[in-house]
């Protein structure tokens, strides 16, 4: 099973600048997409970035343009550099991993990191 820890967070100004950090570890395992996700109190779950094993990357409008997701597969690390960061950008900050199990695939979480933007 792959196991998600999530660094980085933390309080910034409106303008700042945030780098999110998600380290997987388990036994041998192949993952494939790796994204991250944001929650606020209330409201589900969205999708902010992912990107496949292969480098391709897809973005939530919200923050095309001042997000950047990247990963290390060497390292097993996946990124958030978050540029121009606004309060409605405020949120617990998930990673997730799909990774292949057996013949399936299955999803981990990290357990989040709060990211608080002042105005």
């Known amino acids: 099973q792959v196991q998600l820890v999530e660094s980085g967070g933390g309080l910034v100004q409106t303008g700042g600048s945030l780098r999110l950090s998600c380290a997987a570890s388990?036994?041998?395992?192949?993952?494939?997409?790796m994204g991250w996700y944001r929650q606020v109190p209330g409201k589900q779950r969205e999708l902010v970035a992912r990107?496949?094993?292969?480098?391709?990357?897809s973005y939530a409008d919200s923050v095309t343009g001042r997000f950047t997701i990247s990963r290390d597969n060497a390292k097993n690390m996946v990124y958030l550099q978050m540029n121009s960061l606004k309060p409605e950008d405020t949120a617990v900050y998930y990673c997730?991993?799909?990774?292949?199990?057996?013949?399936?695939?299955?999803?981990?979480w990290g357990q989040g990191t709060q990211v608080t933007v002042s105005s």
């Open positions: 388990g036994r041998p395992f192949s993952i494939n997409t």
């Open positions: 997730s991993a799909n990774y292949d199990y057996g013949l399936r695939t299955r999803d981990a």
């Open positions: 990107i496949s094993s292969g480098g391709s990357t």
